[in-house]
């Protein structure tokens, strides 16, 4: 029989546990430089956070001396390369559609991109959280609002509002 199992619990849990862990990036700075004691030069810790909503094979795999508790299947493949995209877009925390749909309601989003990632057939939209709904900044709200604007110009080869949105993004927050 088929079972309908609601995605809401946990990609709002991965949510909150995603920017739980961005509020804890100045500790982890200054706890490097603690430990380095000053001797090299230390760079502010960053994360780049990839999450996607779906099932996997979660368990211990291998040899009774060589176990690893992991997760596999095409969810943890796409929330992997939601993950490296991060870096393209210079960006922290990305979701898939799935996962923005669950969470839209409680967290602040901004479309990236649609894009072909590596080993996934099917197109996916890419979601930056902002933050919380209504915790956001004045700046976090512009570039929202302009980007989704650019963003709409663009895919309808608008070019010169779609320039104008992205320039506005880039004056909101370089």
Not at 84 to 113: G, H, K, Q
Not at 117 to 132: D, H, N, R, T, Y
Request: aromatic letters at 6%; hydrophobic letters at 40%.
């Amino acid at each position: 029989s088929n079972v309908a199992v609601s995605t809401a619990i946990p990609s709002l849990r991965s949510a909150d546990a995603a920017l739980l862990c961005l509020a804890k990036m100045p500790e982890v700075t200054e706890a490097r430089r603690r430990i380095f004691d000053g001797t090299t030069k230390i760079r502010s810790a960053t994360v780049r956070i990839g999450i996607a909503t779906g099932t996997c094979l979660a368990g211990s795999v291998g040899a009774q001396d060589r176990r690893n508790y992991t997760v596999i299947g095409d969810t943890v493949n796409l929330a992997s390369r939601i993950e490296f995209a991060n870096r393209i877009y210079r960006t922290t925390v990305l979701v898939c559609p799935r996962t923005a749909e669950s969470i839209a309601a409680r967290f602040a989003l901004r479309e990236i991109d649609t894009v072909v990632l590596a080993g996934i057939e099917v197109p996916q939209s890419l979601f930056q959280i902002l933050g919380k709904e209504g915790h956001i900044t004045p700046q976090q709200g512009a570039l929202q609002a302009n980007y989704a604007e650019a963003l709409h110009a663009y895919r309808n080869g608008e070019w010169q509002q779609a320039r104008k949105g992205f320039e506005a993004c880039l004056a909101s927050v370089p």
